[in-house]
């Protein structure tokens, strides 16, 4: 158990550190990602500052060009010519953004490093748009990233998280099956044991009538028991092999349920139950009697064990739209909400100490939800809590009274 649960932190340690791992890896490869589509930005917007460079330098060179006329054949750099006259600023302008379109000539500066003219008779600068761009596609950038890690760390957790819940389920079952084995042991043993010393006793010593009547019935108690066991043990593998054989009959339910819970009453001690029968009449349904005994026989025997006396064991009989509806239940330990959804699995046995000190395999509510599937029926479990006891409601299809000739509907 210990080692179980040991396996089990380990396992959850190991999950956590994953998650964490690939949380951290994510998230670092979005803060790179964020980090490069900002250099990115910085780089496209030193791009268009270039062109808008560029622009100042074409037409400061014209304005030169313009202005001095250098003399070829002075040494002196004379200056030679008429001075033609200055191109207009909307001549300018226009030849700066047409050659320049992410440039704008502007009468005043719009941005703190927007450079004059040469002559200053305006300045240059970028126009929004191109701006704008740039920052949509690193919006654009950015969210692809955080979507993309996120989809990939999602589905790296999703993946892990499934190979964890498989493992921990085997892991359960690897329990489950581990407490099985040992119940299944102190069960065969206990009768053993017992049928040991009844017959050593009988041997050994001259007994009256009256002795041996008791040590003979003590000793068909342990057969039985031990019958009821090899018998559960044999029904479980037949239900998982699929070969539960049922040779439904219709059936009144009402008096073979009278018969199946009196004969259980006899076999606990009368009386010890506290069993109380509320049975609707004419309920019918096309039942394998000796199947359903078992049903009905698991779960009065679990109201017995899982209750402490005085006990009060209920059991009605009802009919809801075309279902026959039998429900056994009692004032016992009761079962845990988290515990309800797992009590028909193989080899689960629920509670706390005091309900696993009762003897037990784990399997009797497996092989009835079996027997109640096969009929076409359900099963449910439900409890107000430990120590408010249970209920099991069983329901099955109802068929109409069979006609005298012994037709079912
Ligand atoms: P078991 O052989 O342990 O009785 P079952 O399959 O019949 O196996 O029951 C599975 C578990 O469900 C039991 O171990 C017990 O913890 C719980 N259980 C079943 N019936 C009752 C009940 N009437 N009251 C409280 N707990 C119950």
């Known amino acids: 158990m210990l080692m179980h649960e040991r396996t089990i932190s380990i396992q959850r340690g190991i999950f956590l550190a994953v998650t964490l791992v690939v949380c951290i890896l994510v998230g670092w490869w979005i803060i790179l990602q964020i980090r490069e589509s900002r250099q990115l930005r910085e780089a496209r917007i030193e791009n268009l500052k270039a062109g808008r460079a560029l622009a100042w330098q074409m037409d400061s060179l014209r304005l030169l060009a313009i202005t001095y006329q250098p003399d070829p054949a002075s040494r002196a750099g004379a200056i030679v010519g008429t001075v033609p006259k200055l191109p207009s600023l909307q001549e300018r302008t226009w030849v700066i953004e047409t050659l320049y379109p992410h440039v704008a000539v502007v009468p005043s500066p719009l941005a703190e490093d927007d450079p004059p003219l040469l002559d200053k008779a305006a300045y240059l600068t ?24 996120s989809f990939l760390a999602l589905v790296v957790l999703i993946g892990f998280g499934l190979v964890y819940r498989q493992l921990a389920e085997e892991m359960d079952l690897k329990l489950r099956q581990h407490n099985f084995i040992a119940a299944v042991t102190h ?96 309920v019918w349904a096309r039942v394998d009697p000796k199947a359903l005994a078992t049903v009905v026989e698991n779960l009065l025997s679990n109201a017995y064990k899982y209750a402490a006396p005085p006990r009060a064991t209920t059991v009605t009989l009802d009919t809801d739209g075309d279902q026959a509806v039998l429900v056994v239940s009692d004032l016992g330990h009761g079962i845990s909400p988290k515990e309800l959804p797992r009590l028909f699995q ?46 099991f409601a069983v329901r099955i299809p109802r068929i109409s009274a069979p006609s005298v000739e012994g037709q079912d509907r």
Request: some cysteine.
């Open 187 to 282: 069960e065969l043993k206990t009768p053993i044991a017992s049928l040991q010393v009844w017959t050593e006793t009988v041997f050994a010593r001259t007994l009256s009538d009256e002795q041996r009547g008791r040590i003979h019935d003590l000793m068909a108690k342990d057969l039985g028991r031990l019958e009821e066991l090899v018998g559960n043990l044999l029904d479980v593998a037949r239900a998982e092999a699929g070969s539960l054989d049922l040779h439904p009959v219709p059936l009144e339910l009402g008096p073979w349920l009278r018969t199946v819970c009196e004969s259980m009453d006899q076999r606990m001690g009368t009386g010890v139950m506290g069993l109380k029968l509320e049975l609707a009449p004419a």
């Open 126 to 149: 970028l126009r929004p748009e191109p701006l704008r761009a740039i920052e949509k596609a690193q919006h654009t950038d950015i969210i692809r990233a955080a979507s993309e890690g």
């Open 346 to 391: 193989r080899f689960y046995r629920a509670g706390d100490e005091m309900t696993r000190g009762v003897p037990g395999t784990g399997l009797g509510l497996f092989l009835t939800r079996e027997i109640v599937l096969r009929h076409g029926g359900t099963i449910q479990a439900t409890s107000r809590g430990a120590g408010l006891g249970s209920t």
